[in-house]
């Protein structure tokens, strides 16, 4: 079934508004690129305490072309969910491409408790 | 960063973490290529977070972390001396609020197959044995 058609199916009056809000939802991007470690860790939370500190507490974070994730990094990005989700909004992620970046994700439990999503088309559609 | 034949004396700096995984990929330079890349990138980061533990917490009084790294059988086996402060074991992670920090040790302990750590002479000495078959 295309989203067209899912769309065009769509015909109660709260489908309609949770169709709206999804297009009215203020997202901030935060494209990240090469190691997410502790080197370059507290820049993105400092990066992320102005978005929040700023109003955007909707972040959507894309690590597709990041090649390696620490605790560190990790960390950076538990914090900013926990802080947007404080200011009423949240932190979601574009899933790493490099599998050795994904790692840290999966020993941590932490891919369980962020949502995910291959693309940040996806992530923001569904938002 | 000082070389030798199996080892190399890192900077106990975050930029310092950097020259783990170059290192790493040399001392498993016999390896074939593709068996190293299946192994590389989870002994990189359990390796990094052990000297991660000795930058933050330790704070080595040399400034330095020394790796001594070498090929056993099925295994590479990788010892890490600081003259830090005493390794100071974490207390548990709560099981249902997500902690913000406290995983760099839980990390270690998947990826290797035995951690050990001891403290003598005003030194800390981590040794981690890791697979080189299978991979996490």
């Known amino acids: 079934m295309s989203d067209s058609s899912e769309i065009e199916k769509m015909s109660t009056n709260d489908d309609m508004r949770m169709q709206r809000a999804n297009e009215e939802v203020d997202i901030a991007n935060v494209c990240l690129t090469g190691r997410l470690d502790a080197m370059e860790a507290g820049g993105l939370r400092q990066q992320l305490s102005a978005l929040i500190d700023a109003g955007h507490c909707n972040i959507a974070v894309d690590l597709s072309d990041v090649v390696f994730v620490d605790s560190a990094g990790l960390a950076a990005l538990v914090k900013g969910m926990k802080d947007a989700a404080t200011a009423g909004g949240d932190l979601r992620l574009v899933s790493p491409h490099n599998p050795d970046a994904l790692r840290v994700f999966e020993l941590t439990r932490f891919d369980r408790v962020f949502t995910m999503q291959t693309t940040l088309e996806q992530l923001r559609s569904n938002w | ?136």
Do not use: C
């Open chain 2, 1 to 136: 960063m000082k070389s030798e034949s199996h080892g190399i004396v890192i900077a106990a700096t975050h930029l310092g973490l950097r020259d783990i995984g170059p290192w790493l990929r040399a001392l498993l330079s016999s390896l074939e290529p593709s068996q190293r890349d299946q192994v590389l990138g989870a002994i990189e980061l359990a390796v990094h977070e052990l000297a991660n533990n000795a930058v933050d917490h330790a704070e080595p009084a040399s400034g330095e972390i020394s790796l001594i790294g070498g090929v056993e059988g099925d295994e590479l086996v990788v010892i890490l001396r600081d003259d830090g402060q005493p390794f100071v074991t974490p207390a548990p992670l709560p099981p249902d609020e997500p902690q913000i920090r406290g995983y760099g040790l839980m990390i270690v302990e998947q990826i290797a197959t035995a951690v050990d750590y001891q403290r003598q002479d005003g030194e800390n000495t981590w040794s981690a044995r890791f697979s080189l078959s299978s991979h996490v």
